[in-house]
């Protein structure tokens, strides 16, 4: 009842298309879902992050959609650009000093 | 957005030595901070729950007296890594979540270890 589940595994969008990427959670008492973006060599950063209580939350070209009754939550990136390229992990926990529950991540590559 | 800086940012050290890394939150009071393990294009594994005061709370498989955690104060936990061996070479990477942000979960920049 712990997972996430992340997808797809990598992903290949051109410079100026729409990145999306879908994650799946099972518990439900889980409040916080936040997406980090981790290039190589570094650790994640926080990219952006929602709470059940909206169903969208958009900062910059970074949107989160949330489905409560489906339990899934996605993120989109609006004119992806090369520099964008790296790997996303969606993550989901309660609020307060929970762990986070991390998907598996997903490799994202911009083409020029 | 909160800053939780890690030193260093990479290390290496002899088979057998111990290493200390370092995770301090800058702007904020973390009483639990949080310890991870990453494998190449791997997601992140958590390691043990650092608790300002207390003992750390550790994952099932991790041996506790070769990762030492101290959290000794709120803005500062150190993970030891005792005896090193080449398998403990890894990306060890430390969080922590901002109370005043809504506990906004935030990460250092992760330290890369390699036991030679």
């Known amino acids: 009842q712990q997972q996430v589940k992340q997808s797809p595994q990598s992903l290949i969008v051109q410079k100026g298309g729409i990145s999306i990427i879908n994650c799946a959670y099972e518990?439900?008492?889980?409040?916080?879902f936040p997406w980090y973006q981790q290039f190589p060599g570094k650790g994640p950063a926080l990219l952006i992050a929602?709470?059940?209580?909206?169903s969208e939350k958009k900062e910059g070209r970074f949107t989160i959609s949330f489905n409560k009754s489906a339990k899934q939550f996605s993120l989109h990136i609006m004119d992806s650009q090369p520099g964008d390229s790296a790997t996303y992990f969606c993550a989901a926990s309660k609020t307060g000093y929970s762990t986070l529950t991390f998907g598996k991540g997903t490799m994202l590559l911009v083409s020029p | 957005g909160a800053v939780v800086s890690q030193h260093p940012s990479w290390v290496i050290c002899k088979s057998g030595t111990s290493v200390k890394i370092e995770c301090r939150s800058l702007?904020?009071?973390?009483?639990?901070m949080f310890w991870y393990r990453q494998f190449p294009k791997q997601s992140l594994m958590l390691m043990a729950t650092s608790n300002e005061g207390s003992k750390a709370t550790y994952e099932q498989g991790v041996e506790k007296d070769k990762f030492l955690i101290n959290h000794a104060s709120l803005t500062l936990s150190t993970l030891t890594v005792t005896s090193a061996h080449p398998e403990d070479s890894s990306f060890y990477i430390c969080?922590?979540?901002?109370?005043?942000?809504?506990?906004?979960?935030?990460f250092g920049q992760g330290t890369r270890l390699t036991v030679v």
């Open positions: 702007d904020f009071q973390a009483t639990t």
């Open positions: 929602i709470r059940p209580d909206v």
């Open positions: 518990n439900t008492a889980f409040d916080y």
């Open positions: 969080s922590a979540r901002d109370p005043s942000h809504l506990y906004e979960a935030f």
